[in-house]
């Protein structure tokens, strides 16, 4: 089988797409949720209920998060091979992710260490591609 060739609008879809996980893990690591909006739609699905938390749009997803700041002061998300599939404006997505998460709830720092995938829909908008559906799926734990 010989290998796929690419046009040219593809492989930009495919880079601004590399982009945008980049950025969202630069943001997450940096509590800069201002850049991290530049990765999701405003009204996207997150659906988290494989970590005990329920389906929600956006915006309460990113308090959410913003919440966790004062227990989780470092992190750090190592994506693996991005596996995505482009149909002209929309795009699917499954990342694999290994999480690296200090928590500290006052009883010293504990490290935990989680394997997810990130399994993404994504749209091309006037902004460019952006999250609008994601369902974390938990693989492992230790």
Do not use: H
Request: charged residues 25%; glycine residues 6%.
């Amino acid at each position: 089988m010989a290998d796929r060739v690419y046009g040219a609008e593809e492989i930009q879809d495919r880079l601004q797409i590399a982009d945008l996980y980049d950025r969202q893990l630069a943001a997450a690591e940096a509590w800069d949720f201002e850049r991290y909006d530049t990765t999701f739609a405003a009204d996207a699905e997150i659906d988290l209920r494989d970590f005990d938390q329920p389906v929600q749009r956006y915006p309460q997803y990113r308090a959410w998060l913003q919440s966790l700041a004062a227990v989780m002061p470092k992190a750090q998300r190592i994506t693996g091979g991005l596996r995505l599939e482009l149909a002209g404006v929309t795009a699917t997505a499954r990342v694999p992710v290994a999480c690296f998460v200090w928590f500290d709830t006052g009883d010293g720092p504990q490290l935990t260490r989680t394997g997810l995938f990130y399994n993404d829909t994504l749209r091309r908008t006037a902004d460019g591609w952006r999250i609008v559906a994601r369902y974390e799926e938990l693989s492992w734990q230790a």
